[in-house]
């Protein structure tokens, strides 16, 4: 029987991405936009497809109306084919009358609609990762261990490993020991051997990667029987697991991250503008599927471009653009520097009319303005920045919070529809 029949994928829309605040503050952490034209979810998604697994299941609580718009203008299959991907939202029903309490719970509240499908295994994502994998790889590896529960595994380096869950295992990689997010002062007990090759890097440490296979019978007995008041998978479904089941580690050795904060998701967007960048967008194995806008090409005019990820629609006419992502439908006017920036662009295109209303109203229109300098920025959508405007993010800057902007790690974040006037500087 092919995967595809024998498999449904629950993806965790994760909590209120308070980390990633504020482009967390009017949409949910899968809908973040991400590499200048995607949605954070369309990578769990797109991994989903390319794997040939095609009944999927979003889960939401949190800022779900536009993850709700782009994920029904995305993922329309054939009506030929059983695909799907719907999205349960947290509801209130006579059984569960609360929000999803974590991970395990925001499942176990959700099992009536995914248990109406026919399958033997549950593959659980997260909606805030960047990676390629076939998951096919990992659900034959699990059949042919006869494994109860898989986890992903990636090795990581010291100052990495308490941000995650880390395990131990034995030869045959049944995990024998876990623990979530360990102190640093226990950390040595937790080394593991990861490969000659892992530990030149350094990475001595197995991570879960937050990506599960369940039996089915197994996860609907835990979350509803042996561990009905069990909130999370990391801190109390997987180390009681590993006492009674089968449990093996999956180790994975491509490229992955975790997008929990405003400098990791900075740092992973960035990345693609490299030579040959981690996450390979220019795939044809590996599609990234997303929405679909039907837009014009990019047109640019007298810009010197480094190492530069320019997104349909965009209208540029900056000096230089260096290190960058630049979104869908931005406007960069004239002698305006650009430099390790995340531009994430606009929803729309201005009229003249509506230009003209602008200048009248004596605000921007949408989009950068001319002799503009931004360094170490993420500009969030429908921002309105005038002329002369310097944003000089850094280290040099202290964390800060305002109402136009935001301050992380020396990131400046302008927040979505911010009026930045003539000549304002950071």
């Known amino acids: ?8 994928s629950v ?5 209120a991405g308070t980390r990633l605040y504020p482009l967390t503050a009017s949409r949910s952490k899968p809908a973040v936009p991400i590499a200048g034209k995607y949605r954070l979810v369309d990578i769990p998604i797109s991994n989903c497809i390319n794997s040939n697994l095609n009944r999927m299941f979003v889960l ?9 718009k782009h994920i029904k203008n995305t993922y329309q299959f054939s009506a030929f084919s059983k695909g799907f991907v719907d999205i349960l939202a947290a509801e209130q029903t006579p059984d569960s009358p609360g929000w999803f309490q974590g991970t395990a719970d925001a499942v176990r509240q959700s099992l009536r609609p995914i248990g109406n499908n026919d399958f033997d295994y549950v593959l659980i994502l997260s909606g805030d990762q960047l990676y390629q994998m076939d998951f096919r790889e990992m659900i034959q590896n699990h059949i042919e261990k006869n494994a109860d529960l898989s986890i992903a595994t990636i090795p990581v380096v010291e100052r990495e490993a308490s941000d995650f869950g880390i395990l131990k295992s034995d030869e045959n990689n049944n995990i024998t020991s876990f623990k979530e997010k360990p102190s640093k002062e226990i950390l040595q007990e937790w080394t593991s051997h990861t490969g000659a090759e892992m ?3 350094g990475r001595n440490y197995l991570a879960s990667m937050g990506i599960y296979i369940f039996n089915r019978k197994l996860l609907f007995n835990q979350l509803l029987h042996d561990k009905k008041e069990a909130t999370d998978f990391g801190k109390e479904i997987i180390p009681a697991a590993i006492n009674n089941f089968k449990v093996i580690s999956y180790q994975y050795d491509g490229y992955w991250t975790d997008i929990g904060n405003i400098y990791s998701f900075f740092e992973a967007n960035l990345a693609l503008t490299q030579e040959i960048p981690p996450f390979n967008l220019f795939d044809n194995q590996q599609i990234v599927y997303t929405r679909a806008r039907m837009l014009p090409p990019a047109k640019i005019s007298g810009t010197t471009l480094e190492h530069a990820i320019i997104a349909e629609g965009s209208i540029i006419h900056a000096s230089k653009i260096e290190h960058s992502v630049i979104g869908i439908r931005s406007r960069i006017g004239l002698g305006t520097t650009i430099s390790n920036c995340y531009i994430i662009g606009s929803d729309y295109y201005e009229t003249l009319e509506e230009i ?5 109203k004596g605000i921007p229109k949408i989009g950068i303005g001319d002799r503009c300098h931004f360094k170490n920025v993420i500009m969030d959508k429908d921002c309105r920045v ?13 964390d800060a919070e305002h109402a136009l902007y935001t301050i992380k790690d020396g990131i400046v974040v302008l927040k979505k529809g911010a009026i930045i006037p003539d000549g304002f500087v950071i």
Request: proline share 5%; aromatic share 4%.
């Open 1 to 8: 029987m092919p995967f595809s029949k024998k498999v449904v």
């Open 356 to 360: 003209q209303q602008d200048i009248d």
């Open 60 to 68: 939401t609580q949190y800022n779900s109306a536009s993850l709700n």
């Open 199 to 201: 530990k030149g890097q």
């Open 11 to 15: 993806i965790l829309g994760g909590g």
């Open 386 to 398: 005038g002329n002369d405007v310097v944003i000089n993010g850094g280290v040099h800057l202290p």
